[in-house]
């Protein structure tokens, strides 16, 4: 199997890299970054619009540039590499997936060119404070009215929650708390009345909000996919959103992997580099092991979500967030004993790696959650 990338695929890769090193030179231009009104530079975000970063897995149909997921493995590269903070992942992936996996024709010609061009941004609100890590325990309900639906309930940790226009909201509209049937996906504007955000900054620098719904009233034409079948399009974006962490965890593993061994090759000892000191060579060489065998997952879960097997699809991306979540602490762990104490400071840039990388592993399921996954599906490779 070739796995080099295409020129074109060439091409994307040098812009990216040229614009997050330009951007994302120095940790004192991302801490600026963060002071802005939304926590991330809305220049940066212009320029990603106008390099058509914002349209790349759109088709070209609905306005975009037909990328698919090695497009966005990608730039989630170099964003990672760069711990970029704009809201790539939530508007782009998340509510981006949503619309082009399950948007009626209506809707991506209103909504998909606005996020094409920058002024659009989305933000899923999924996660309730019972739910842990499981996509169908959702208790926020959608009542039907003559007008459309009426929503109510209570959605914790949206990602980008604070900048974003519209919300892609999950509601059960029938069934039970845990059921996987019952369950509708919204478009709610985030003006809409009865709705409240309370934003907050994460450990990782970013922005979190909790989003409130009291009898924020919708009309039938907000509802994405079919009625009561919201799940299976639900598993399939967030199984998106997991291979796109997982390759931008594999970018900051990069990072941080790289100026370990920078500074084990300055930083001096009795007299001499403690780069020169085998024991920390081993360790360097055991941190580039585990971030090829992230990059080789995160390849792997990239190739696999175009895969029509939905348990194949499932357990192929469980396989990969279960290696990138490993990979990821203990390079970020080992990062910070080479280190030393600079490795915990805020003033070193190294430090904002290790705690993207501690909450990536907790983003849409942890280790435990992923590797319980793949059990029950009996493992990757079949048994008979």
Known sequence: MNFDLTSEQMLLKDSIDRLIANRYGSLEQREAYRKEPFGFSEATWAQFGELGLLGLPFSEQDGGFGGGPVETMIVMEALGRGLALEPYLATVVLGGGFLRLGGNAEQKARYIPQIVEGSLKLALAQSERQARFDLSDIATVARKTKEGYVI????????????????????????????????????????????????????????????????????????????????????????????????????????LHQLTVDYLKTRKQFGVAIGNFQTLQHRAVDMLTALEQARSMGMYAAMMLESNDVDERRSALAAAKVQINRSARFIGQEAVQLHGGIGMTMEYIGAHYFKRLTTIECLFGDTPHHLRQVAQAGGLVSSD
């Open 152 to 255: 109510n309930g209570r959605k914790s940790v949206v990602l980008s929650g604070d900048s974003a226009d519209l919300f892609v909201v999950s509601a059960r509209t029938s069934g039970e708390r845990r059921d996987q049937n019952g369950i509708t996906l919204f478009l709610v504007e985030a003006d809409a009345l009865g709705l409240t955000r309370h934003t907050y900054t994460t450990q990782d620098g970013g922005r979190a909000s909790e989003i409130t719904f009291s009898d924020v009233t919708v009309s039938s034409d907000s509802v994405l996919g079919a009625v009561d079948e919201g799940f299976p399009l639900l598993e399939r974006v967030v199984g998106e959103a997991v291979a796109a962490l997982s390759a931008e965890a594999v970018g900051a593993m990069e990072a």
